[in-house]
């Protein structure tokens, strides 16, 4: 392996296993994280579901959810099987791809590193999708179980804990996603080192700006901040 390409596949994985502890860290020195806000915000939402009479619509949305994750998981394995069919295609797909202009690599050793990392990521996604798809399936259970009607001294408490597990599933789903950033990215190792490492870093770039900056986290923010305006004991941001 070429020196320029080690150093774009450190690049690499530095950003994608350090990207969660800069983002918390960087939250920490600047303020509120888009996914931060959502915590408290599903929060609130499972308290005030908790002293509805009518449920039905808070099952429409996190069915909603589901629905979402199962898309993203199977739109996942057909990549996945996309992936893995040029990973596996032996000598003539090398040659086939090789023989592009545009594609940059040396060996068929670095061909295959290349497109595994590719794979990686995904199939990394595909599993972040399968948890969050459980985890929404034994928050629907929960939900269903909470009774009703509910006393108002008890909503609190069990608004609290079905947070606890809508927010990890929808946690995972986001991981899911992400996941897809860094698949495009790896993608772009095939057109060279310097590519790599330029597509790597604006995906880092493009999802701390998603999570700082955009429009929806700034509105997110603010949709917060209402809440606990108006919460006397406004829900913490939960794992």
């Not at 996190?62 to 032996?90: D, R, T």
């Not at 290349?114 to 199939?123: D, R, S, T, Y």
């Not at 459980?134 to 509910?150: K, S």
Request: with cysteine.
């Amino acid at each position: 392996m070429h020196p320029y390409d080690a150093l774009a596949l450190t690049v690499f994985v530095l950003a994608w296993v350090f990207y969660q502890p800069l983002l918390a860290a960087f939250g920490k020195r600047r303020g509120g994280l888009l996914n931060t806000d959502m915590t408290v915000i599903r929060t609130a939402w499972m308290r005030t579901m908790t002293g509805r009479e009518v449920r039905l619509m808070d099952g429409q949305l996190l069915g909603h959810a589901l629905n979402s994750a199962s898309f993203f998981a199977s739109s996942n394995l057909l990549l996945i099987a996309a992936a893995a069919g040029a990973l596996f295609g032996g000598e003539s797909t090398f040659r086939s791809v090789s023989a592009l202009d545009i594609v940059r690599t040396s060996s068929r050793l670095l061909f295959e590193m290349q497109l595994g990392l590719v794979l990686i990521a995904l199939a990394r996604g595909l599993l972040d999708f399968i948890w969050s798809i459980r985890q929404l399936n034994y928050c629907l259970a929960a939900m269903g179980a909470t009774p009703e009607p509910l006393p108002e001294a008890e909503r609190q408490a069990y608004g609290d804990v079905l947070a606890r597990m809508l927010n990890p599933a929808l946690g995972s789903f986001n991981s899911g996603v992400r996941g897809y950033y860094f698949a495009l990215a790896a993608a772009a190792w095939l057109f060279g080192p310097w590519a790599f490492i330029a597509a790597t870093l604006g995906a880092l770039t493009l999802l701390i700006w998603r999570q700082r900056s955009s429009p929806a986290a700034v509105a997110i923010h603010d949709f917060r901040l209402l809440l606990e305006a108006k919460d006397p004991t406004p829900p913490g941001p939960s794992s």
